[in-house]
């Protein structure tokens, strides 16, 4: 079974993918979880350390390279393993981003989504932007503003794609969120109270 997981930062994405792989794992079945990263944390650490901003094409076209690549290989990790495969964002993501900056979606995107296995499961982690800016804010590592996580928020639900997905409302509580994200992959159900 393949897993994407989407959602603006701070939705609680990389914290929802580990305590479900756990979790999985816990009950004796096989979960790997992969991570599709483009690089927008390190690039923005470094325009801070050189005192650069970097241009919205330059900057677009490395995360995209990056995504691309990070993609590929966990679809060929994913392809080799036997059980839940969670993947921690996806090609949509960096749709998102591109709609949310003001590009164009571009060509190969969508073709590499065509092309490549389909998922079972699109998982949306949808998280009210203030919410994931005061997470963002907490863990002191990125700088998105508010206004560029509603700009992010609204990119999301302005993909095409984004009707296939499955959305959850990523602002409850941690173990009620783990229990949406098993029902959908399979698992014991657990208490939602």
Not at 96 to 125: N, S
Not at 169 to 179: E, K, S
């Amino acid at each position: 079974m393949l897993i994407v997981l989407t959602g603006i930062d701070g939705s609680g994405k990389s914290t929802a993918a580990r305590a479900l792989v756990s979790a999985v794992q816990a009950d004796g079945r096989k979960a790997l979880l992969l991570n599709n990263h483009a690089g927008r944390r390190s690039m923005s650490l470094l325009g801070d350390r050189l005192g650069i901003r970097w241009p919205l094409r330059l900057a677009d076209a490395v995360e995209t390279t990056l995504r691309i690549i990070n993609v590929l290989a966990s679809h060929a990790k994913a392809s080799r393993f036997d059980g839940l495969v969670l993947m921690d964002r996806h090609l949509y993501c960096q749709l998102a981003l591109r709609e949310a900056k003001g590009l164009p979606r571009g060509r190969l995107l969508p073709m590499l989504l065509a092309a490549l296995p389909a998922p079972d499961a699109i998982i949306h982690l949808d998280a009210d932007p203030a919410v994931a800016h005061q997470r963002i804010r907490a863990r002191g590592t990125d700088k998105e503003t508010l206004a560029e996580l509603v700009s992010f928020r609204d990119a999301y639900r302005s993909l095409p794609e984004y009707p296939q997905f499955t959305v959850i409302d990523a602002d409850v509580p941690q173990a009620v969120l783990l229990a949406r994200l098993r029902k959908i992959t399979g698992g014991e159900t657990l208490s939602t109270a």
